[in-house]
T-cell receptor, first 108, second 114 residues
């Protein structure tokens, strides 16, 4: 069993839909990251969370440390949101452990 | 300002050859990370440099892999006697550990071993 599990693996949506991507982990962590990888491979860090909730534009990330679970929400989704979204956790070391990613396609 | 840069962007090599991949982190960033993303698989940690401390090499898959960071800036990942299973995208990231945990990723080097 992977230490970081994401669901779903693949997700399609119509433009405007509300999207949720889930991440569960099995190790103790000091922080959790959400990353976005566009076709062509570039990776951008979206959020770093250690508790609670963060919002940036149409993106919202939440984390529940007790349940070892985080969600990434996209409101009013747009085709440009199409990408792979990756959850990564930082245990009490400086290494990141990555989930396998969720491939999102948003159609107009 | 300039982001993390990597070179080459693509590298095709023959099995058994050595390759060197380069990473230029963001100026002033004290921490530098190497990751590997194999086709259809998630990202995998390889090695981590922080300032003048000894690097964390625990993710290197075999002794054919090594990395160095000269002068606390540029890093080179070397793969000796490449194998077909080394084919992957090799990603470098940097941050100012202690100031922010956000990692800034380079565009990657796509390595193909024939």
């Amino acid at each position: 069993k992977n230490e970081v599990e994401q669901s779903p693996q693949n997700l399609t949506a119509q433009e405007g839909e509300f999207i949720t991507i889930n991440c569960s982990y099995s190790v103790g962590i000091s922080a959790l990251h959400w990353l976005q990888q566009h076709p062509g491979g570039g990776i951008v860090s979206l959020f770093m969370l250690s508790s609670g909730k963060k919002k940036h534009g149409r993106l919202i990330a939440t984390i529940n440390i007790q349940e070892k679970h985080s969600s990434l929400h996209i409101t009013a989704s747009h085709p440009r949101d199409s990408a792979v979204y990756i959850c990564a956790v930082r245990p009490n070391t400086d290494k990141l452990i990555f989930g396998t990613g969720t491939r999102l396609q948003v159609f107009p | 300002g300039a982001g993390v840069s990597q070179s080459p962007s693509n590298k095709v090599t023959e099995k058994g050859k050595d390759v060197e991949l380069r990473c230029d982190p963001i100026s002033g960033h004290t921490a530098l990370y190497w990751y590997r993303q194999s086709l259809g698989q998630g990202l995998e940690f390889l090695i981590y440099f922080q300032g003048n401390s000894a690097p964390d090499k625990s993710g290197l898959p075999s002794d054919r892999f090594s990395a160095e960071r000269t002068g606390g800036s540029v890093s080179t990942l070397t793969i000796q006697r490449t194998q077909q299973e080394d084919s992957a995208v090799y990603l470098c990231a940097s941050n100012n550990r202690g100031i922010t945990d956000t990692q800034y990723f380079g565009p990657g080097t796509r390595l193909t071993v024939l």
